[in-house]
């Protein structure tokens, strides 16, 4: 089960700052609660968080699996909303061999093209694995 393995990294790389890890199933969140006590998981939406909370950076992870663009467009604007710094978000992408039935798969230049309604900086990954793309939005050219 993938439950917070983004603060393994982050903590085999020294990361010393806040951490907020957020899952809509309850108990994803608490099962990565329970392997990683020293960081902090909650159940909950990007939709739905308040409009006070912010973050330097959000990453969204298998978000848009079962999702539409709609759905998506609304995510990634919140969730830019939302940064003081940046957002990464993956996305099966329209461009792979494999499809399965019921998964929704984003075209990656659209979803650039998006993207560059919230910001002029934007980067597209689509070297990770063949049927997943990455995409990082930046409040302004340093990037961080």
């Given amino acids: 089960m993938w439950c917070g393995h983004l603060v393994e990294h982050l903590a085999a790389h020294g990361f010393q700052g806040r951490y ?11 099962y990565a609660s ?5 960081w902090q998981f909650a159940d909950g939406d ?5 409009a006070k909370w912010t973050a330097d950076y959000i990453v969204g992870s298998g978000l848009f699996t079962f999702s539409d663009l709609d759905l998506m467009k609304k995510a990634v604007t919140a969730m830019f909303a939302t940064c003081t710094k940046g957002v ?6 329209a461009w792979a061999d494999r499809k399965e039935p019921g ?14 309604t919230l910001t002029p900086w934007v980067a ?21």
């Fill in 20 to 30: 907020l890890g957020i899952d809509a199933l309850p108990e994803m969140a608490a």
């Fill in 34 to 38: 329970q392997r990683h006590p020293d």
């Fill in 46 to 50: 990007i939709l739905g968080m308040d």
């Fill in 88 to 93: 990464a978000f993956n996305a099966l992408s």
């Fill in 103 to 116: 998964e929704f798969q984003a075209d990656p230049l659209a979803t650039v093209e998006f993207c560059r």
């Fill in 124 to 144: 597209l990954r689509h070297d990770y694995m063949p049927q997943d793309f990455t995409i990082y939005l930046y409040r302004d050219a340093d990037r961080g």
